[in-house]
């Protein structure tokens, strides 16, 4: 089963509005990390935050993370098209780097 | 331009056949990854090296060998293909799973 998993699956939206996306996990984290991929090509990354953090920003982007729920967020605001791309949550867990686990993204759909 | 360059972008193999994808990095990167992206699945960890001289599987590591050639450079070899390994490979590199990583563009093999 995934560790961290993305929530909504498929999200569609008008440019300038903002978008959100959510990751859970299950196993406390060293830190987590989103990544963006545009059709056909590699995961870009985008903003790693680590457990002792609760927010970072970036840009457009804005990353919670709430350790007692296991969750995480990311925030694209004032959205444009050039941001339609899969996301991705990253789960790293101390102990190896075979403990860094993937989420299936979220596909974002910017309409112009 | 700095980064993780794979080769081939695209090949079709026969069932049985063996071919090697080759990954190189250029920037200074201790860690690099091996990991195959299918649909629904999200990614999943096939071999990975911490350090030059070292590898190590990750969670489907069956039906395929690495090689860690130098610091820049980290193979991925299928020996026997089979269906099964239809998929879009990526290499990545980084410092640790402190750190982010790069990503290749990817490799899309079909095994018929």
């Known amino acids: 089963s995934q560790q961290g998993e993305e929530d909504p699956q498929a999200l569609s939206i008008q440019e300038g509005e903002n978008a959100t996306m959510n990751c859970s996990y299950k196993?406390?984290?060293?830190?987590l990390q989103w990544y963006r991929q545009n059709s056909g090509r590699g995961l870009v990354h985008l903003i790693l935050?680590?457990?002792?953090?609760r927010e970072k920003h970036s840009g457009r982007l804005r990353v919670t993370l709430d350790t007692s729920k296991k969750s995480s967020s990311l925030l694209i605001t004032a959205s444009r098209a050039a941001d339609t791309a899969s996301y991705f949550c990253?789960?790293?867990?101390?102990?190896?780097?075979?403990?860094?686990?993937f989420g299936t993204g979220t596909k974002l759909q910017v309409i112009p | 331009n700095a980064g993780v360059t794979q080769t081939p972008k695209f090949q079709v193999l026969k069932t049985g056949q063996s071919m090697t994808l080759q990954c190189a990095q250029d920037?200074?990167?201790?860690?690099m990854y091996w990991y195959r992206q299918d649909p629904g699945m999200g990614l999943r960890l096939i071999y990975y090296?911490?350090?030059?001289?070292?590898?190590d599987k990750g969670e489907v590591p069956n039906g395929y060998n690495v090689s860690r050639l130098n610091k820049r450079e980290f193979s991925l070899r299928l020996e026997s293909a089979a269906p099964s390994q239809t998929s879009v490979y990526f290499c990545?590199?980084?410092?640790?799973?402190?750190?982010?990583?790069?990503f290749g563009s990817g490799t899309r093999l079909t095994v018929v």
């Open positions: 990545a590199s980084s410092y640790g799973t402190e750190n982010g990583y790069t």
């Open positions: 196993t406390s984290i060293n830190n």
């Open positions: 935050i680590r457990s002792n953090e």
């Open positions: 990253a789960t790293v867990i101390s102990g190896g780097y075979q403990k860094v686990t």
């Open positions: 920037m200074n990167h201790n860690s």
């Open positions: 090296s911490a350090s030059e001289g070292t590898t």
